[in-house]
């Protein structure tokens, strides 16, 4: 394959469809019984800081953030972060990675959160959250629960439930009563 020019860009609604299926190609049908997963079901993620990789036109990969709480501490799940597989091992998801880590970080998020394979996300500043430190909803390998400070110190005494982050919770139902939290 030439070397062709890769292009960031913020994530828009008219990606949903593209990406849904780049996520059904790589995850399968058994990502909606993921921790991760069970939180999206709540809250969307924030487009603005969410974002495609192209070659061309072509969509190669995705990256997705959305508002979450660790206990009363505001913070965001990164996830899912996926490159087509035949795009794999040419930088593409450190650099949507990149991307979405320092736009949080220029719009005054403090904590990202994700699950994911340590050795890989540890290149860009993630580390092991402690055992018993956070709850996910839903079973998961307390291995994989990483943290990243985007401010030093922004994890400092932070531990509880995670939940989505319900005051980002649009009403999609068209009436005004309450969404209850979990």
Known sequence: MNDLSLTI???TSADAQVIERLHERTFGPGRFVLSAYRLREHVEHV???SFTARIGTLLVGSVRQLPIMIGETPAL????LTVEPPFRGRD?????????LLDAQAQGHRLVLLVGDEAYYSRAGFKRVAKGRVTMPGP??????????LVE????????????????VKDTTGDDSEIPPG
Do not use: K, T
Request: no cysteine; glycine share 12%; hydrophobic share 45%.
């Open 9 to 11: 860009l913020q994530e």
């Open 47 to 49: 487009l603005e800081l």
């Open 77 to 80: 799940l990164l996830g899912p």
């Open 92 to 100: 593409i998801g450190s650099q949507l990675l990149e991307r979405a």
């Open 140 to 149: 998961v390998d307390p291995n994989r629960v990483l943290i990243r400070e």
């Open 153 to 168: 110190g922004a994890f400092e005494g932070v531990s509880g439930l995670v939940a989505p982050d319900w005051s980002q």
